[in-house]
């Protein structure tokens, strides 16, 4: 079965870095799209980057210039480089796959995601 675990949060400051991780297995990882998402307490929860099987990227404008996103295939595991970290950045975050072709347009939108993992929290103060 398809099994998605994050790791890399943890606390840091303002302007600092942090990378997150998600390890994958249960299905072909570089097949179709994988995405970070977040979500903020007392707010819905937003796409942060996504990365198609071609290796495109798409990023939320509010992380954009500030957040990478990459896969490594050999190793089935999906990353979010996340620079200069601002306390707006403080949420849960989630990576996921979607088992299907989902359109650039879409590639941030939850609801095309089937998996999800359990989730790493990041603290900026």
């Known amino acids: 079965h398809v099994q998605l675990v994050e790791s890399g949060g943890g606390s840091v400051q303002a302007g600092g870095s942090l990378r997150l991780s998600c390890a994958a297995s249960g299905y072909r990882f570089a097949s179709y799209c994988m995405g970070w998402f977040r979500e903020a307490p007392g707010k819905e929860r937003e796409g942060v980057a996504a990365i198609d099987s071609d290796g495109d990227t798409k990023f939320a404008d509010s992380v954009k210039g500030r957040f990478t996103i990459s896969k490594d295939n050999a190793d089935n595991t999906l990353y979010l480089q996340m620079n200069s970290l601002a306390s707006e950045d403080t949420a849960m975050y989630y990576c996921?796959?979607?088992?299907?072709?989902?359109?650039?347009?879409?590639?941030?939108?939850?609801?095309?995601?089937?998996?999800w993992g359990q989730g790493t929290q990041v603290t900026v103060s």
């Open positions: 996921a796959y979607a088992s299907l072709t989902i359109a650039p347009r879409s590639q941030l939108v939850s609801h095309w995601y089937t998996y």
